[in-house]
């Protein structure tokens, strides 16, 4: 089925905005799935959800349900940060030193990877069924990473909550869409984006507390009343209009919908390839028929999807006339590795402060904040910046060149590194992914029609995830590597497996004083080999700040305007 921009299901006229953040709650191609579904499905069209037939909660049930929203997307960022600080104890507890990059890989590689089918159950099913099915899933997640006997359960525990958090953060924003009429729908937007600066603050603070004072476990038991609490809120308060789904559908097209073909060699492929970085070198040699088969597998199964992705033209999930445009594979490239970079820096910044420095959990977590709090704020400055100024290419490349210093000059960390030096990189580390962090989603809304706004949005956000999940392997692998070769070439004596296995707090109890130092000094040379991965994907971003598009923001919304205001003319000379 071809792909024509004007035939968008929603009207143009007062409803831009109804489009964008309905699709990009869905996560699915616009002009497929609304043609598909006006003309032969018999799933209700965006049209029949006009402002005009909604009608908005207000006063105290608005109030509730945005709660209810704020906290379900607080849990899910939270949980993205506040295992950073805790796993040190966690290695501890388990003896699971060779599995720190699970720990974040498995949340991350599921929640990005169903991103997109939860749009199409969004689509196809109750609204509130599926958000709050999600906070279930999610919070059984939790559940199990809570009570988890051996790492393996806790990495189990981790994708299926996962799973859980896909849904929730694409539920909320179509929450919102069909609760906030358009004018007020930007400020209620905020108000959830601020969850995630929120939470990125609170979860390296509460996992160190949660470690040090308690157990890290409480790191995961925290969201199970949370999380009750949201689901008690939206259970009583979220009432949505009747919304006639596709009740005469077959099976068989009910499955075609959701892209299972797609999906089922997409996400093998992503698993083979995350267990051959995260095994290669380490459980097995590089050498190994187990890596290379995985490799191999992965090679083909990712092949073969990209494919189904031309084979299906604008009903794939990742339509391929999208990453034909320059802006899109430029801003594409600077997502992924931006977002590698950034992760690695997340995951191994605690494990430095705490192996290296011999702090705890508490104080790694304080010390993170300058990468944080940079971060947090410089986003929102330049968000009102590119408004200002118009144009998103010169702070994609200041983002480049800022942050590639600073993760570079990261790798300079020795065990004496004064506080002015790993604040002073840290927060300009912060300021520099601050700069670039959110504009490939600008030049999603600039360059693409509104009809490909929505999977365009959804695309920046799976990569930048992917990235993460499978960067923070790739660190894993290269610090286990590391550690192991220079324990055996600088302290002979100490078999290098009782400091893996001791994990990144415990060996300073498990390896004789006249050892330490050189051990210190190992753990610190592996973890600023690490940090070298996160300044090559930094370096790399410039490629795409370099060929992204100058174009002015101010100028196509002024040119959108003066297209509507004709349009409402003609309408009215026609009348």
Not at 43 to 65: E, G, K, Q, W
Not at 239 to 267: C, N, Y
Not at 448 to 460: E, F, K, Q
Not at 533 to 546: D, E, P
Request: include cysteine; aromatic fraction near 10%; proline fraction near 4%.
């Amino acid at each position: 089925m071809k792909h024509h921009n004007g035939e968008s299901g929603l009207k143009m006229d007062g409803a831009d905005v109804v489009e964008t953040d309905l699709n990009l709650a869905l996560g699915t191609p616009s002009s497929h799935d609304k043609t598909v579904a006006d003309n032969t499905r018999g799933v209700a069209t965006d049209d029949s959800f006009s402002n005009d037939a909604i009608d908005y909660p207000t006063s105290t049930r608005l109030l509730m349900i945005n709660l209810s929203l704020c906290i379900s997307i607080f849990v899910t960022a939270l949980d993205n940060t506040i295992i950073a600080t805790a796993i040190p104890r966690i290695t501890d507890d388990f003896k699971s030193q060779n599995d720190i990059g699970w720990y974040g890989s498995s949340y991350l590689l599921t929640q990005a990877s169903l991103q997109l089918l939860y749009g199409k159950f969004y689509t196809m099913t109750p609204i509130k069924c599926v958000f709050v099915s999600a906070i279930g899933i999610f919070e059984l997640g939790s559940l199990i990473c809570a009570v988890a006997p051996n790492s393996a359960a806790l990495i189990c525990g981790r994708a299926i909550a996962g799973l859980g958090a896909a849904g929730i953060s694409s539920g909320a924003v179509i929450i919102i869409t069909h609760s906030v009429p358009v004018q007020k729908r930007p400020m209620y937007t905020g108000l959830i984006g601020a969850m995630y600066g929120i939470a990125s603050v609170a979860g390296p603070l509460l996992g160190g507390a949660f470690a040090d004072k308690a157990t890290w476990r409480w790191c995961f038991y925290i969201n199970l009343p949370i999380g009750g609490i949201a689901v008690l809120l939206m259970l009583f308060f979220l009432k949505l209009p009747h919304r006639p789904l596709a009740s005469g559908l077959t099976w068989r097209q009910r499955i075609a919908e959701f892209d299972l073909v797609g999906t089922i060699f997409f996400l093998p492929s992503i698993i083979c390839l995350l267990l051959a970085l995260q095994w290669g070198g380490t459980t097995y040699s590089w050498t190994s028929w187990r890596i290379i088969l995985l490799l191999v597998i992965f090679a083909v199964l990712f092949i073969i999807w990209i494919i189904i992705q031309y084979w299906m033209g604008d009903a794939a999930t990742v339509p391929s006339r999208l990453l034909m445009k320059r802006s899109i594979a430029a801003a594409a490239w600077f997502n992924f590795t931006m977002g590698s970079a950034f992760l690695v820096l997340i995951y191994y910044l605690p494990i430095w402060f705490q192996a290296v420095k011999s702090t705890s959990a508490v104080v790694s977590g304080i010390y993170n904040l300058p990468l944080i709090l940079g971060l947090v704020l410089v986003s929102i400055l330049i968000g009102i910046g590119v408004t200002v100024v118009g144009y998103y290419a010169p702070f994609m490349i200041a983002a480049s060149a800022i942050t590639s210093i600073a993760i570079g000059l990261m790798t300079t960390f020795t065990p004496g590194s004064a506080a002015n030096k790993w604040i002073g990189y840290q927060a300009m580390a912060g300021i520099g992914i601050g700069f670039g962090l959110q504009q490939p989603l600008v030049v999603v809304q600039t360059v693409l029609p509104l009809s490909d706004v929505p999977i365009g949005t959804a695309l920046m956000y799976f990569l930048q995830v992917l990235g993460g999940s499978i960067f923070v392997s790739v660190g894993q692998n290269i610090f286990t590597n590391k550690l192991k070769a220079t324990l055996l070439e600088n302290v002979p004596g100490l078999d290098p497996d009782i400091v893996l296995s001791a994990g990144a707090t415990s060996f300073q109890h498990s390896v004789a004083p006249k050892y330490l130092p050189l051990v210190i000094s190992a753990y610190n040379d592996a973890i600023t080999r690490a940090f070298l991965v996160a300044t090559l994907m930094a370096c790399l971003t410039i490629m795409g700040s370099l060929l992204v598009e100058w174009k002015n923001v101010k100028a196509i919304k002024k040119s959108s305007e003066n297209k509507k205001s004709q349009k409402i003319t003609e309408k009215a000379d026609g009348a």
